[in-house]
């Protein structure tokens, strides 16, 4: 799965088993489990994840799915965007060791960063929240007809269901759940896939955006 990048996965495992641990940013019952239910379970949403496009990792915590994904797919951009100091450290200091170059820690919430981070084709998000805050969250990071891509467990189709009213004010124009991983993960990994139009959003976020824009070029020609 992760071919010449195979030794820092597994550094990265030790990390995560280490210091990950150390700082309670994964739990020590989930050592043992760390190649199937993490890393492996992260890295195969990348049959998700279109070709070249730039990714924000929502929430990103220990840096699942962002750093799996950035070990087996170098050709994105990606962003892994937490508010939490200690989780910053952490994974700025995993971005360094293992030479993720096209990797870029970001400190804050994700309604606190419009404006600040370009918007990007791809949010990705695991084990945030539940779908209707996360896409609140999420889909405004996003650029027009770009997508969320939620991994989830057992309660995506009822998640989905739940959200329905939401995603569509958000400006979702089309929802589907994935399994992705045949043949390296088992169970499957659940995705859940938000695909927005012209407006992610929605109405609600409109003028938000365009005041970042604006404060955006303000900024610039100072």
Known sequence: ????????????AELL?????????IGPREVPRLWERHLLNCAVLSEAVPQGVTVCDVGSGA???GIPLALVRDDLNITLLEPLLRRTNFLTEVV????LDHVTVMRGRAEEVMGKL??????????????????????PLLRPYGEMLALKGDTAEEELKAA????SKLG??????LHVGEGVVDPLSTVVRVEVGESPGGVRFAAKR??????GRTRRRR
């Open 1 to 12: 799965m992760f071919g010449d990048r195979f030794a820092d996965a597994v550094r990265y």
């Open 17 to 25: 088993a280490e210091a990950g641990v150390q700082r309670g940013l």
């Open 63 to 65: 840096g699942l799915p």
């Open 96 to 99: 360094e060791l293992l030479g």
């Open 118 to 139: 370009p918007p990007v084709h791809v949010v990705t998000a695991r084990a945030v929240a539940p779908l209707d805050r996360l896409a609140t969250w999420g889909i």
């Open 164 to 167: 329905a009213t939401a995603l």
């Open 172 to 177: 979702a124009v089309e929802t589907s759940i």
């Open 210 to 215: 365009a005041k970042a824009a604006r404060t």
